[in-house]
């Protein structure tokens, strides 16, 4: 059966228009997405490990807004079979699909499965009957403390309900893991979780995947290895809702597959979520090696993912993580590991489940809340006697040459550095660029010092904790500053500082590729420009996506990556991770009027703020003139007038008067541009 995520989306698209007046403007943002993906694959091939990853995390999304919005799985749009879907002659929606009808009500939209009972099969394989495959004693390993940790978390899963097979234990060979599973998944109730977590080798013969078990023949994988198809269909036959299959399936071992390619076909995993109905699939890679952190004795996807499931994966502090919560968490982890070691590991998901499926409820540890008492007496800090910065309190970045973190050592660059004191004396917010002293990356330093807690140092202390979370969520995209290493942020007992170590973009900013202080812009310049600045409006509606908005956008802080015009990336989260205020408290380059005032009219900085930046960072870059609200400078340059009226909407005074949406105003400039030559 075929798959065509294309043609998927123009169903989706249909069934949506009859269904809604207006479509909802995320749709837009997903399709605009897809279409990019597409074109990359055109140009890079549809194997890049990037741009596979990417369309894996499209998928997700466009699935849960097909849950949410029409309840049907957006994979079965995407099926050869799926006209069904679409509406009939007379405009109905005939609701024919199958999994429509196995889904209850209840499950529609934001639903939680896996609510009652946790079963896990964990399979485990280290050494193998048949020496083509090398030994992977870390695999036995992994298992053992992924079963620990599912017990230690009191979440469900209990000393009956786990199995683990390893070489130790109950020899994980093909008929004792089917076995194994078919009991275990008979015995899952409707409202319980179902985890299949396999750690070994995995192989592709005659276009079908396969896990090699210990008894498992090289060249004859059909009759002697574990066929991921059989796996699937057993869980899929289960009762339990909550289905989640988690492979390790691709380590790099001695004579990885014994084909001298040292990693899987790309056709694994594509074959493995081909098959794929009712279940959440997480892999630790797609066409490449899977990695051994030698120093944790884990393997690194593995580390991640027992971080992950200890509750660092939860984000909002539910107390419990769901697969899209591990997914997120462990893809950032390996990011940074993976940068650090230059190794190249990018971890996939694919959902076709109706709900956010529930893997692990874990004992929650208070926030941050150290009281001066709770501190060691050492770190007990006297009393200021002043606002400055002294050593008696904290030794000043603007004194030191350089910063450690995690037992890493970063020369600070000087002329970068900002240090601000909160007026209680109490704490200290730093930021700085830097280089790593062995390696010699370029790196941004974030860090906030806190010698007591009090509510300024607390509120610091959020904002972090905050642009953190954020960066995980955004750790999916290229555009945003991604964390390489963060120390203290978690806030266990006894940390009185965090610090957070950014990857620093280079390349020329907007304003220094496109601003002309002496003149506005000739025609033939406007029109790159406007390319490059809708480029800048779909970064800004990713960060619109997650419920965020920057509210300090400048063209200084937006880079064109390596020099690329149409490859802008943002410096910083500016405002993002601030709770909104309005009357004057928002000190930026670039205010909007809700940032210089507040009137009921105008209502909190957001989204719009951000719309509003945007359209004087246009004008002032088309111009070459100070953006002025009061002055129509605009009207100096060679600009089409339908730019000047985008521009003019953009800033219009009440928010509510501005485009809706950051991509209306980018969609507005495109239909510009193309009517006007």
């Known amino acids: 059966m075929n798959f065509h995520p294309e043609k998927g989306i123009e169903r989706l698209k249909r069934l949506l228009q009859t269904t809604y007046d207006q479509i909802p403007e995320d749709f837009y943002v997903l399709e605009m997405r897809l279409a990019k993906n597409r074109r990359d694959a055109q140009l890079f091939g549809d194997d890049d490990p990037t741009n596979r990853s990417e369309l894996y995390r499209i998928l997700s999304a466009l699935n849960r807004f097909a849950l949410e919005h ?3 799985p957006f994979p079965d749009f995407c099926q050869d079979h799926s006209t069904s879907m679409l509406p009939s002659s007379n405009g109905q929606r005939p609701f024919k699909s199958e999994s429509l009808s196995q889904t209850p009500s209840s499950n529609a939209g934001s639903s939680y499965l896996g609510t009652k009972r946790r079963w896990a099969v964990l399979i485990g394989v280290g ?13 036995v390993y992994d298992v053992t403390e992924v079963a620990r940790q599912l017990y230690r978390n009191e979440s469900g899963f209990t000393s009956v309900s786990i199995k683990v097979l390893v070489d130790d234990g109950t020899k994980p060979t093909r008929a004792a893991i089917l076995s194994c599973l078919q009991e275990v998944a008979q015995a899952a109730e409707e409202e ?7 750690s070994g080798h995995g192989d592709l013969e005659q276009d079908e995947s396969y896990l090699v078990t210990s008894d498992s023949t090289f060249g004859r994988l059909k009759d002697t290895a574990l066929p991921v198809a059989s796996v699937e269909e057993i869980m899929q036959a289960s009762r339990a809702k909550a ?5 390790d399936a691709c380590h790099a071992g001695e004579k990885m597959l014994s084909k001298g390619s040292g990693s ?6 594509e074959r493995i979520y081909m098959r794929a109905q009712g279940m959440v699939i997480l892999a630790s890679c797609d066409n490449q090696r899977s990695y051994v952190w030698e120093a944790k004795n884990y393997s690194a996807y593995t580390y991640f993912l027992l971080e992950a499931l200890r509750g660092k994966a939860d984000r909002d502090a539910k107390g419990f993580v769901s697969a899209t919560d591990i997914y997120d968490y462990v893809t950032n982890g390996m990011a940074s590991w993976t940068e650090r070691h230059k190794y190249v590991q990018t971890p996939t998901i694919y959902i076709r489940a109706h709900g956010q499926i529930i893997v692990s409820s874990y004992k929650m540890q208070p926030e941050l809340a150290l009281q001066p008492e709770m501190l060691p007496e050492a770190a007990q800090p006297q009393e200021p006697k002043s606002s400055s910065l002294t050593p008696t309190l904290s030794p000043c970045w603007a004194e030191s040459e350089t910063v450690v973190v995690r037992g890493e050592t970063y020369i600070l660059y000087k002329a970068t550095i900002q240090e601000k004191l909160t007026r209680d004396g109490y704490a200290v917010q730093r930021s700085s660029q830097a280089q790593h002293a062995s390696k010699g990356n370029i790196v941004q330093l974030k860090q906030a010092c806190i010698f007591r807690l009090t509510s300024q140092g607390n509120a610091l202390c959020n904002i972090l904790k905050r642009e953190h979370r954020l960066a995980l969520k955004l750790a999916q995209y290229r555009e945003f500053p991604r964390i390489l290493e963060e120390e203290g942020i978690t806030g266990e007992s006894g940390i009185s500082t965090m610090t957070l170590v950014y990857e620093a973009w280079t390349g020329p900013t907007l304003g220094a590729v496109f601003h002309r202080s002496d003149r506005a812009l000739t025609e033939t310049e406007i029109t790159p420009l406007l390319r ?7 970064v800004v509606s990713r960060l619109h996506e997650v419920g965020c908005s920057h509210r300090a956008l400048t063209p200084d802080n937006i880079i064109l990556l390596g020099g690329d015009k149409y490859r802008p990336v943002l410096q910083d989260f500016g405002l993002a991770a601030h709770k909104a205020r309005s009357g004057g408290t928002e000190s930026v380059s670039i205010q909007a009027p809700e940032q210089r005032y507040s009137t009921p009219e105008l209502a909190l900085p957001g989204p719009r703020t951000d719309i509003y930046q945007l359209g004087a960072i246009l004008s002032t870059l088309i111009t070459g003139q100070p953006f002025s609200v009061t002055e129509s400078s605009t009207t100096a340059s060679v600009a089409p007038p339908s730019v000047y009226d985008a521009i003019k909407r953009a800033v219009a005074p009440l928010p509510k008067d501005r485009w809706p949406a950051v991509m209306a105003f980018a969609n507005e400039l495109k239909r510009t541009f193309r009517k006007d030559g």
């Open 70 to 72: 029409v309840t049907v």
């Open 127 to 139: 050494s193998y009957e048949d020496r083509e495959y090398s030994e992977l004693p870390v695999c």
């Open 192 to 198: 319980d979780l179902l985890l299949f977590y396999y």
């Open 243 to 247: 289905k989640v299959m988690i492979l």
């Open 264 to 269: 899987l076909h790309p056709k694994f995993i």
């Open 532 to 538: 490059s600045f809708i480029c800048v409006c779909e």
